[in-house]
């Protein structure tokens, strides 16, 4: 009965720009990826976190997580990465033992969420269901377009989903361990794949659910986004 974490980190991040691999960047002078994993580790309930490391970056990212120990009742593996965010995940679930029966999947991208939504994820998988995901109302209202080719000219509007039904979901998503590995193995996705494990779970026919989010476990994509990292933390140290 044991929960494991899988942290997908073998990302570029492109859309961050030039610069080393997104979870070895910087933040408040530690690693992204160091702050993810300690948020997982943060947990009680978690005595396994597994991360998923850039394909070239996995001796680097042992070395890492030497200099900045967890605590004791959390154990740590380091497994290579893939092409993408799907294939990541897929390989951090092989490398899990048997005894693992809920599995949180947490983007490193996403360093600074607190352990109250943690927790609250896998108490939902605990209480019976198979996928849990912490997601939040929107501020934005969101439209869907046919969208344009590279040259960015107008997008034709197709309609404009009712916000108050929308959610924007985060990680760590929580989930029953055979759902989850049976979503991988079967479950097929088209073009870059898979951006949302919950999501293939779905496909599954499984049912999925959402619990209540966290502002501070946004995602770490754009320049400005570490702007806002480096103040969220700025201001939990203060
Ligand atoms: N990820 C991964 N393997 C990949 C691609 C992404 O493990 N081949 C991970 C990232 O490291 C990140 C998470 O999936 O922790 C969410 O992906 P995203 O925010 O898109 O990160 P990147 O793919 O690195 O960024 P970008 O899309 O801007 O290149
Ligand atoms: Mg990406």
């Given at each position: 009965?044991?929960?494991?974490?899988?942290?997908?980190?073998?990302?570029?991040?492109?859309?961050l720009?030039?610069?080393?691999?997104?979870?070895?960047?910087m933040?408040?002078?530690?690693p992204?990826l160091?702050?993810a994993?300690?948020?997982?580790?943060a947990?009680?309930a978690?005595?396994?976190?597994?991360?998923?490391a850039?394909?070239d970056?996995?001796?680097?990212?042992?070395?890492?997580?030497?200099?900045?120990?967890?605590p004791?009742?959390?154990?740590?593996?380091v497994?290579?990465?893939?092409?993408?965010r799907?294939?990541?995940?897929?390989?951090g679930?092989?490398?899990l033992p048997?005894t693992?029966?809920?599995?949180?999947v947490?983007?490193?991208?996403?360093?600074?969420v607190?352990?109250?939504?943690v927790?609250?994820?896998i108490?939902?998988?605990?209480?019976?269901a198979?996928a849990?995901?912490?997601?939040?109302?929107?501020?934005?209202?969101?439209?869907?377009?046919e969208?344009a080719?590279?040259?960015?000219?107008?997008?034709?509007?197709?309609?404009?989903?009712?916000?108050?039904?929308?959610?924007?979901v985060?990680?760590?998503?929580?989930?029953?361990?055979?759902?989850?590995?049976?979503?991988?193995?079967t479950v097929?996705v088209?073009?870059?794949?898979a951006?949302?494990?919950?999501g293939?779970?779905?496909?599954?026919?499984a049912?999925v659910?959402?619990?209540?989010?966290?502002?501070?476990?946004?995602?770490?994509?754009?320049?400005?986004?570490?702007?806002l990292?480096?103040?969220?933390?700025a201001?939990r140290?203060?």
């Amino acid at each position: 009965a044991r929960t494991a974490a899988v942290i997908p980190a073998a990302g570029r991040g492109v859309r961050l720009g030039p610069g080393a691999p997104k979870a070895l960047r910087m933040l408040g002078g530690t690693p992204m990826l160091i702050h993810a994993v300690r948020a997982m580790a943060a947990s009680r309930a978690v005595s396994l976190v597994v991360v998923v490391a850039p394909p070239d970056g996995v001796a680097e990212v042992k070395g890492l997580l030497g200099e900045y120990p967890l605590p004791e009742r959390a154990e740590v593996l380091v497994v290579a990465g893939g092409a993408t965010r799907q294939e990541s995940v897929r390989l951090g679930l092989e490398a899990l033992p048997e005894t693992v029966s809920t599995v949180l999947v947490h983007d490193a991208a996403r360093p600074l969420v607190p352990v109250d939504t943690v927790d609250a994820v896998i108490e939902a998988v605990r209480d019976g269901a198979p996928a849990v995901v912490p997601a939040l109302p929107l501020a934005d209202t969101v439209k869907e377009v046919e969208p344009a080719d590279a040259d960015g000219g107008p997008e034709p509007v197709l309609g404009t989903p009712e916000r108050a039904r929308l959610r924007a979901v985060q990680t760590p998503q929580g989930f029953d361990r055979d759902t989850l590995m049976r979503a991988h193995e079967t479950v097929a996705v088209d073009g870059e794949g898979a951006t949302d494990d919950a999501g293939m779970v779905e496909k599954l026919g499984a049912p999925v659910v959402v619990v209540p989010g966290h502002e501070e476990a946004f995602k770490v994509t754009r320049p400005l986004d570490l702007l806002l990292a480096e103040a969220v933390l700025a201001r939990r140290r203060a």
